[in-house]
């Protein structure tokens, strides 16, 4: 089930995780996959040396907004599918 949040990202988890839920303030450690909306593949964790990307949930300087909004909610060990609009996807320079 895909959830559109009032921003326009869109996520579904794939796997629920267990334990306490994402919020703002706290530290998340992320394996990812970067695909364009065609499915072309860009990067991932695995090919960028299997290192995580890690930041503090609502720290404007630790991820772009789509994905600091779309990690909210997850639970520890969750696998959740975004869809980020261009709009909050990049970053200046």
């Known amino acids: 089930r895909y959830v559109k949040l009032p921003s326009g990202v869109i996520y579904a988890d794939a796997q629920t995780g267990t334990g306490e839920e994402v919020k703002e303030g706290d530290r998340v450690s992320l394996q990812w996959v970067l695909r364009r ?8 964790s695995q090919v960028a040396g299997d290192d995580p990307f890690q930041f503090r949930v609502g720290d404007p300087t ?19 599918r975004v869809l980020v609009p261009p709009r909050l996807a990049y970053v200046e320079g």
């Open 62 to 80: 630790g991820a772009i907004q789509g994905l600091d909004e779309a990690v909210r909610g997850m639970r520890p060990g969750g696998v959740r």
């Open 37 to 44: 909306s065609n499915g072309y593949f860009v990067d991932s």
